[in-house]
């Protein structure tokens, strides 16, 4: 990567990366931070990315750096009222992730996801990516996507039946 093209074309993705970064509600702060970091790794592995989707590249791993950050972060507290048990049991997995008042408890079960599940539902749900965006951004088809979020409804469903009856 010697080329002012190049550096111009890395510039312009990564801009787009920090827009991006910024829409899922990012601090400007940990947004830099993130696309900073995304720019480091992009140097330091250029020559073994395969991939001809430089874009997707960059987003995956300034998602996975701010998954790895908020992880390592962020600690998970259960405060649980009886009555709040009933009324989230009743409700489909949707119906819950929509619901920031229960988000302590959304935040346990989808810990205890795979982490490709947790991204999907997070993405979908919370942040409101259709799916062909989805797809874009894990360089996957709609249709794998649709499956994928279908499992992870379905899983979502299991683990807080399991967790909250």
Do not use: C, G
């Amino acid at each position: 990567m010697n080329n002012s093209d190049d550096l111009r074309s890395l510039n312009s993705e990564l801009n787009i990366v920090y827009r991006y970064l910024r829409k899922l509600k990012i601090t400007h702060e940990d947004a830099e931070d993130i696309v900073q970091e995304t720019a480091y790794k992009f140097l330091q592995y250029y020559d073994s990315i395969r991939t001809k989707k430089i874009r997707s590249w960059l987003i995956r791993v300034a998602l996975n750096f701010h998954y790895d950050q908020t992880r390592k972060n962020s600690r998970i507290k259960l405060d649980l009222r009886e009555d709040q048990v009933k009324t989230l049991s009743k409700d489909l997995p949707e119906e819950i992730l929509l619901s920031h008042e229960h988000w302590s408890e959304i935040e346990y079960i989808l810990s205890k996801l795979k982490p490709t599940y947790r991204e999907l539902l997070l993405l979908k749900y919370i942040w409101e990516f259709k799916y062909d965006e989805i797809a874009e951004i894990l360089d996957l088809k709609a249709n794998n996507i649709k499956t994928s979020l279908f499992r992870a409804r379905k899983e979502f469903a299991k683990l807080y039946k399991e967790v909250y009856r």
